[in-house]
């Protein structure tokens, strides 16, 4: 998971959007080989906010929307993990809403 992040995040910063989202979307999958899978109580705000940026960055902002609602609604115990909560806060606040059809 983490080699994932930080390859995405890599790929996010030079503009690399589409290969990030990847490394995003495969962050959350753990391999068969490790005999064990994502345990109930994973907390993913980190990747949800970051695969935020991506879809943004992409212009498909309704996605980057889902994603950063998800993760402020991933409510735990104030940790680390609360900062990208409040980051994505940040970006809900911030991007209006499409209009209705």
């Known amino acids: 998971?983490?080699?994932?992040?930080?390859?995405?995040?890599?790929?996010?910063?030079t503009g690399e959007s589409q290969k990030a989202l990847t490394h995003f979307e495969a962050a959350r999958e753990y391999p068969h080989n490790l005999g064990e899978g994502k345990?109930?109580?994973?907390?993913?705000?980190?990747?949800?906010?970051?695969a935020g940026l991506a879809l943004s960055q992409l212009g498909r902002d309704e996605e980057a929307r889902q994603n950063w609602a998800r993760a402020v609604a991933d409510e735990?115990?104030?940790?680390?993990?609360?900062?990208y909560r409040a980051m994505s806060l940040r970006h809900l606040t911030a991007i209006p809403k499409l209009p209705e059809p």
């Not at 998971?1 to 910063?13: C, D, K, Q, S, V």
């Not at 345990?39 to 970051?50: I, N």
């Not at 735990?76 to 900062?83: D, E, L, Q, R, S």
């Open 39 to 50: 345990h109930l109580l994973t907390r993913e705000a980190h990747l949800d906010y970051f």
């Open 76 to 83: 735990g115990p104030i940790a680390w993990m609360t900062y």
């Open 1 to 13: 998971m983490w080699a994932h992040l930080l390859i995405g995040r890599t790929l996010l910063e």
